[in-house]
């Protein structure tokens, strides 16, 4: 058993400064940082998160209610801009099961922010700015999900068949366990092991105009073929952020939530609750804006150079 940091102090010194000059960064404009639950009674319903859960017990419930770990803090902080609260940023301990790797820890820190009357090409405007200011990276560039998988796929992602996308994947010798129709899934495998790791070398770059299909919590775009207005940021091969230009509309959003059940449910993943406190907020009227989450852990790797994310937290999930 090692008592012992995992990272140097020098690193702790340094991860300190790059939190220091984050809240520098937001208080210049006028951002305004929040704290939400880390504990919630609803989780993300998407099937690819999967959520740590505990038992409370107290008055009103003798025989303990579950309450999720939060994936993210986006539900909450959606319900502040819905109460008026105006731009706001938030660097919170969050939590994911089954991630450990080299950049996974089980608990890390999203640095997540909402912009109000912005859309998702203002938010990568600041996001810019934002990776400028702490790791002095130069102006990044900008590619649409087809553009990217174009250049170093060597596919059309919104029109080619699935057996096009299926045979470019399965000459990097993956697939396995891939339903032969899963579009999505293939799509992701491109991405993980061709486009990504083309991404991001000596300038950031950002992905944007994701499939409909993958629009997760982002507004869609109609058109041929209709888009996500969802964008995703790599430094050096390493997906840093995913934003989005955020849906508002509270009826569409509960029949994403209960689509994600049913995948859930074909996909052998336990049932969770929908948090119908996110979607009473949401026909409350959240105001038009756009959001992103970023691996602020991931953030600090790149700035002090790190191979591993255990350099930069002070105890990992192995020394908890």
């Not at 940091?5 to 937001?26: H, K």
């Not at 099937?47 to 994936?71: E, K």
């Not at 991405?191 to 994701?210: C, E, I, K, Y």
Request: aromatic share 6%; hydrophobic share 45%.
């Amino acid at each position: 058993m090692n008592w012992r940091p995992s990272a140097s102090l020098e690193a702790l010194r340094g991860r300190a400064e790059l939190l220091a000059r984050t809240r520098a960064f937001f208080a210049a404009r006028g951002v305004l940082e929040v704290e939400t639950p880390a504990l919630a009674a609803a989780p993300v319903t998407d099937p690819h998160l999967a959520s740590l859960a505990t038992r409370l017990h107290g008055p009103g419930s003798p025989d303990g209610r579950t309450l999720y770990l939060q994936t993210s803090p986006e539900f909450a902080m959606k319900r502040l801009l819905a109460a008026g609260s105006g731009p706001v940023y938030q660097l919170a301990r969050v939590f994911r099961d089954d991630e450990v790797g080299r950049h996974h820890n089980p608990e890390f820190t999203l640095l997540e922010w909402y912009r109000p009357g912005f859309d998702h090409h203002g938010l990568m405007d600041e996001v810019d700015a934002l990776l400028r200011t702490l790791l002095g990276a130069p102006a990044a560039e900008r590619l649409t999900y087809a553009e990217a998988f174009g250049r170093h796929a060597g596919v059309d992602p919104h029109r080619d068949e699935v057996s096009t996308l299926r045979r470019a994947a399965g000459e990097l010798g993956a697939g396995c366990g891939l339903a032969a129709e899963d579009r999505d899934g293939w799509l992701g495998l491109l991405l993980s092991h061709r486009v990504q790791p083309a991404l991001g070398r000596g300038r950031p770059t950002f992905l944007h105009d994701f499939p409909a299909s993958q629009a997760a919590l982002a507004r869609i775009r109609p058109g041929e073929p209709p888009l996500a207005e969802r964008f995703e940021v790599f430094v050096e091969g390493v997906e840093l952020a995913n934003g989005y230009h955020e849906l508002t509309d509270g009826r569409e959003q509960a029949g994403r939530f209960r689509a994600d059940l049913e995948r859930r449910v074909a996909m052998g993943l336990p049932a969770v609750p929908l948090d119908g406190r996110l979607l009473e907020a949401l026909e409350a009227g959240l105001p038009p804006c756009a959001g992103v989450a970023l691996g602020f852990d991931r953030l600090v790797m790149l700035a002090l150079g790190a191979g591993h994310i255990d350099e930069v937290l002070a105890f990992p999930v192995e020394r908890a």
